[in-house]
């Protein structure tokens, strides 16, 4: 299995971040898609869960969000979303059963003009919404930058046999550095596929 790494820091600012605002955003420091945007928000969920007894609500940015509402509120609260209710999540969220802070996360968000009016702005709520491009301002925004030297090499290490990499630490140093991968965890797992399968 992949290890999940070099992002404590990271796991401690969204936990600041969420502390003092309602939504939150990971952006991308880069440009490219695969730094670890979902991977952190998945990890956050899991790590921190139980400072969220009210529960964890995931859903995906790129599709519309009452769909996904109103099946996660039948699967997992119970609840039955009256048809035409215009914010079915503002609906739940008046419903939410238990007690204490919910976590909802909202993964690649594409388009956040109309999902930001559905969004919860009160109470229990908190949002962490994960994007490509920065959405909310500096204080509710975390900047993901690619991984530092010794996390890649690490990530790399559990992808790859540790005695490839013993064998030719200078290449697998390349291999994740600015000219190659660039740190980018994502560029690492397909670099590490090609490394490991090498002769
Ligand atoms: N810190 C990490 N440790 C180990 N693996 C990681 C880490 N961060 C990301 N990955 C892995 O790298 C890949 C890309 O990460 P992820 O999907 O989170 O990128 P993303 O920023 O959400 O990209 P996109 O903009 O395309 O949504 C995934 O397979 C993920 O499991
Ligand atoms: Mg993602």
């Known amino acids: 299995m992949t290890a999940f790494v070099g992002r404590a820091d990271d796991l401690a600012a969204v936990d600041a971040l969420l502390n003092q605002s309602q939504q939150v955003n990971i952006a991308a420091?880069?440009?490219?898609?695969?730094?670890?945007?979902?991977?952190?928000?998945?990890?956050?969920?899991?790590?921190?869960?139980?400072?969220?007894?009210?529960?964890?609500?995931?859903?995906?940015?790129?599709?519309?969000?009452?769909?996904?509402?109103?099946?996660?509120?039948?699967?997992?609260?119970?609840?039955?979303?009256?048809?035409?209710?215009?914010?079915?999540?503002?609906?739940?969220?008046?419903?939410?059963?238990?007690?204490?802070?919910?976590?909802?996360?909202?993964?690649?968000?594409?388009?956040?003009?109309?999902?930001?009016?559905?969004?919860?702005?009160?109470?229990?709520?908190?949002?962490?919404l994960t994007t490509r491009r920065a959405i909310l301002p500096a204080g509710q925004r975390l900047e993901l930058e690619v991984l530092v030297p010794e996390a890649a090499l690490e990530l790399l290490g559990s992808l790859v046999a540790g005695e490839r990499i013993e064998a030719e630490p200078e290449d697998a140093r390349l291999l994740c550095g600015e000219e190659w991968v660039g740190r980018l965890p994502l560029g690492i797992e397909l670099a590490g596929a090609a490394f490991g399968a090498a002769p």
């Open 29 to 128: 420091a880069v440009g490219l898609g695969g730094v670890g945007k979902t991977e952190l928000a998945l990890q956050y969920a899991r790590i921190q869960g139980d400072e969220f007894p009210g529960g964890v609500c995931w859903v995906r940015g790129v599709e519309p969000l009452e769909p996904q509402i109103v099946q996660f509120a039948q699967t997992h609260l119970g609840l039955t979303v009256p048809e035409q209710i215009e914010n079915p999540l503002a609906w739940c969220c008046q419903r939410w059963p238990g007690e204490g802070p919910v976590l909802i996360v909202v993964d690649d968000v594409q388009d956040y003009g109309p999902l930001k009016a559905l969004l919860p702005t009160a109470g229990r709520f908190r949002v962490l």
